[in-house]
């Protein structure tokens, strides 16, 4: 049964930055394009940023584009998120997800597993 563990969330100051962590366990995770999402109290879970299976591709929602970094290391199953600058609108629960193909990687309905997300607080 896949397994993916987020980790790396928290308070901080607007400005700052922070480095999530989504570790993989039950699926081979170089098969698996990642993507991140964030969710906001009241709003729909939205697409942040994806990552193709060898890490030749990358994709930036135009909000955190410039400002978060997408990086994987296959031999530690791992995809990050690093996250500078960081807003106050940046507030929200993120999550990992993995998918199959290396196509559509903006939507959410296309990834098929999900971690349970971890909390980042933006204070201004």
């Known amino acids: 049964q896949v397994q993916l563990v987020e980790s790396g969330g928290g308070l901080v100051q607007a400005g700052s930055s922070l480095r999530l962590s989504c570790a993989v366990s039950g699926r081979t995770f170089s098969s698996q394009a990642m993507g991140w999402f964030r969710q906001a109290p009241g709003k729909e879970r939205e697409f942040v940023a994806a990552i193709t299976q060898n890490g030749g591709r990358t994709v930036y929602s135009d909000s955190v584009k410039g400002r978060f970094t997408i990086t994987r290391d296959n031999s530690k199953n791992t995809v990050y998120l690093q996250m500078n600058s960081l807003k106050p609108e940046d507030t929200a629960v993120y999550y990992c997800?993995?998918?199959?193909?290396?196509?559509?990687?903006?939507?959410?309905?296309?990834?098929?597993?999900w971690g349970q997300g971890t909390q980042v607080t933006v204070s201004s």
């Open positions: 997800a993995a998918k199959s193909g290396s196509y559509y990687l903006m939507r959410t309905y296309d990834y098929d597993a």
